[in-house]
């Protein structure tokens, strides 16, 4: 999953003069885009649920076999090169969600999950200081502290139900996801859903290896043939709705208007997981959740705004010095 928080419609525009771009959503977009991060968001649920029938990273495999395929049949290959397509498929396919399946499997919380992966904030603005030497500004270093401040406090409040493994598990999910993002900010002008589905025949041969190596070659048999149609469901889902469909409608609106105006609804993704898991599973919210989730989503926001913010506190503090001197 490329970072729809910070994706500035860098893959969403083929090469050529881009068309002008509305910054205003209408009513039935909006309710589209809601619909879109509100799978994305949901979908961790359902990631709890499948991965007690089948195991993790044969779920995984099976997930991005059928994003590639037949998809692929009907996608032109993007002009990237391979080894773009595939550092975002290692990245994404067998780093993110291999380790964010396993992680679901009984050691954290799917609404802690969605929670704790959107800490590729604090990877992605430390990786682009590092490899892009882009300069560190003051609002990502707030965004940075809130962040782990959010995350220590989930650490210090592991159960039976979130461990520290599971924790763990979560933040190299997160660390994947940042990293694909930075492979796919490289891909700027490319169709992409092209390049997600492309990325993925780099995903699907080490997830096979490693569904052999961990769960052995009998467990395709026995977990494949008595699959019942719900749980095909469900893993036609992970490709279909949550891959084909939500990324063909996020690459369909940012080819028709900014990114500042659609890319914000992202923000919502962990608001959907939590919600979704304490309805539907029961998980608990105490207070302490609650905070940890309040100050990755300020993380999130301050990353999302903080330059337009700066740049209005700027504005107004000029316009003051003006008006006094």
């Not at 461990?163 to 002008?189: C, D, E, P």
């Amino acid at each position: 999953m490329d970072d729809p928080a910070n994706s500035n419609s860098h893959a969403h525009h083929e090469h050529g003069a881009r068309p002008v771009l509305s910054s205003s959503l209408s009513f039935k977009h909006m309710l589209l885009i809601l619909c879109v991060v509100g799978i994305w968001g949901t979908n961790f649920v359902i990631m709890k649920n499948t991965v007690e029938v089948l195991p993790p990273l044969m779920l995984a495999l099976m997930r991005f076999f059928f994003t590639f395929f037949p998809a692929v049949f009907f996608l032109p290959r993007p002009k990237v090169a391979l080894t773009n397509l595939m550092g975002y498929g290692l990245s994404i396919g067998v780093v993110q969600f291999g380790c964010l399946y396993v992680a679901v499997n009984g050691h954290i919380t799917p609404g802690l999950a969605s929670l704790v992966v959107q800490s590729q904030v604090i990877f992605t603005i430390g990786m682009s200081v590092y490899f892009n030497s882009e300069r560190l500004r003051a609002y990502q270093l707030f965004a940075l502290v809130w962040a782990v401040i959010g995350l220590l406090i989930i650490g210090l409040h592991t159960d039976a139900q979130t461990s520290l493994i599971g924790l763990a598990l979560t933040l190299v999910a997160a660390l994947g996801w940042a990293t694909g993002n930075l492979f796919s900010k490289r891909a700027y002008g490319v169709n992409m859903l092209s390049y997600v589905v492309w990325s993925t025949a780099f995903s699907v041969p080490p997830l096979f290896v490693l569904s052999i190596c961990f769960d052995g070659v009998e467990s395709f048999s026995s977990h494949l043939s008595p699959m019942t149609w719900q749980v095909w469901l469900a893993v036609l889902w992970q490709a279909w709705g949550n891959t084909i469909f939500c990324y063909g409608i996020w690459g369909w609106l940012l080819a028709r208007y900014t990114a500042a105006s659609v890319t914000p609804f992202a923000l919502l993704i962990p608001v959907f997981g939590i919600g979704a898991s304490a309805l539907i599973l029961g998980e608990t919210l105490p207070f302490w959740k609650l905070a940890a989730a309040g100050l990755v989503i300020t993380a999130m926001l301050l990353n999302t705004f903080g330059a337009k913010l700066f740049k209005s506190f700027q504005g107004i503090s000029d316009m003051n010095s003006k008006n006094g001197s």
